[in-house]
T-cell receptor
Framework: DAGVIQSPRHEVTEMGQEVTLRCKPI?????LFWYRQTMMRGLELLIY????????DSGMPEDRFSAKMPNASFSTLKIQPSEPRDSAVYFC??????????????FGPGTRLLVL | TQLLEQSPQFLSIQEGENLTVYCNSS?????LQWYRQEPGEGPVLLVT?????EVKKLKRLTFQFGDARKDSSLHITAAQPGDTGLYLC??????????FGAGTILRVKS
């Protein structure tokens, strides 16, 4: 299994530009999570999907952030316009939700975003 | 959102020493997970504890869930340089949503 795939692995952009992060979950998984990790705030959940439907987006910082999951094998996290404070490592994770507790979330390698 | 406090934030020890990392909350979680993250990679699940008082062992790592399911500990025996990394605890909220602690950076020197 290839695991969770994220692209790009590194992104450097200028303030005001649009940034799109991509994620391909593990085949067969039905839940997908977007996290952000910074030194100051640690690992924070931004949004998660179940069966391609957004379930909880309470962690999305503001309207500049949006996420979509058009099908079971692809998701995007978009920041428009980007700001320097958005600089962080963004992780995508996926799991198979069977309705019970104790799911295992599998994380991708992350996208390191630097907004100048 | 419930909060998880991890301690210590940073630990630097010599190879062969023992150590314990703590994860505490004032709230009850349905389960608690421990992850290890290496530089440039995503977190990888080590263990999930579910029952109050539960103890799980993974080679030299021992994980314990508090009786009230509010706290947990990770004990490493005879630490090795390969144990170096960021250790994260995560509590499971409703809907399988995880809340993470700030993490403990462990450095094991040879």
């Amino acid at each position: 299994d290839a695991g969770v795939i994220q692209s790009p692995r590194h992104e450097v952009t200028e303030m005001g530009q649009e940034v799109t992060l991509r994620c391909k979950p593990i085949s067969g998984h039905n839940s997908l999570f977007w996290y952000r990790q910074t030194m100051m705030r640690g690992l924070e959940l931004l949004i998660y999907f179940n069966n391609n439907v957004p379930i909880d987006d309470s962690g999305m910082p503001e309207d500049r952030f949006s996420a979509k999951m058009p099908n079971a094998s692809f998701s995007t996290l978009k920041i428009q316009p980007s700001e320097p404070r958005d600089s962080a490592v963004y992780f995508c994770a996926s799991s198979f939700r069977s309705g019970g507790p104790q799911e295992t979330q599998y994380f991708g390698p992350g996208t390191r975003l630097l907004v100048l | 959102t419930q909060l998880l406090e991890q301690s210590p934030q940073f630990l630097s020890i010599q190879e062969g020493e023992n150590l314990t990392v703590y994860c505490n909350s004032s709230s009850v979680f349905s389960s608690l997970q421990w992850y290890r993250q290496e530089p440039g990679e995503g977190p990888v699940l080590l263990v999930t504890v579910v029952t109050g008082g539960e103890v799980k062992k993974l080679k030299r790592l021992t994980f314990q869930f508090g009786d009230a399911r509010k706290d947990s500990s990770l004990h490493i025996t005879a630490a090795q340089p390969g144990d170096t990394g960021l250790y994260l605890c995560a509590g499971e909220e409703y809907g399988n949503k995880l809340v993470f602690g700030a993490g403990t950076i462990l450095r094991v020197k040879s």
